[in-house]
């Protein structure tokens, strides 16, 4: 995704039980969905619906999430107690990306960009978004640290996992 504009606003979000909160001072201008099979397991979706937020602009007021590193390369925030998915976080970022549900007024960042089209149902095929490509195209500079770091199990049933 490239440079996205920095957008003083306050809002707050948190989890579906409420055990994590947060407040942001700013937000980009990059709300976004996202097709990938990543993002669809993390929020047991068809996509995920995120936004960034720099590092400098997010204060967790109750609680913390926590994580589960999906790579080498990046996490996904949860709330241990209920589940609800929080964030994306790629290491190497200077923003993370909260999931803009958690958002307490979603309505104000809707969507502009949808990535991960490798993934996108054919049911989604026609959203009035502008499509920027797939992971390898948008990420080419990390898919491959990704995929060989990927710790997420795969789309069918194993004796064990990790193996």
Known sequence: MGSAERLDVEASGGCQCGAVRYHVTAVLDSSHICHCRMC?????????????????AITWTRGSPATFNSSDKAARGFCRTCGTPLLYDYA???HINVTTGSLDEPARFAPKVEFGLEGRLPCFADLPLKAEG???????AYVGAIKASNHQHP???????PS
């Open 40 to 56: 669809q397991k993390a929020t047991g979706n068809f996509f995920a619906a995120l936004i960034g937020v720099p590092r400098d």
């Open 92 to 94: 190497d970022s200077k």
């Open 134 to 140: 797939t992971t390898e195209e948008t990420t080419a």
């Open 155 to 161: 789309d069918h049933d194993t004796e064990s996992w």
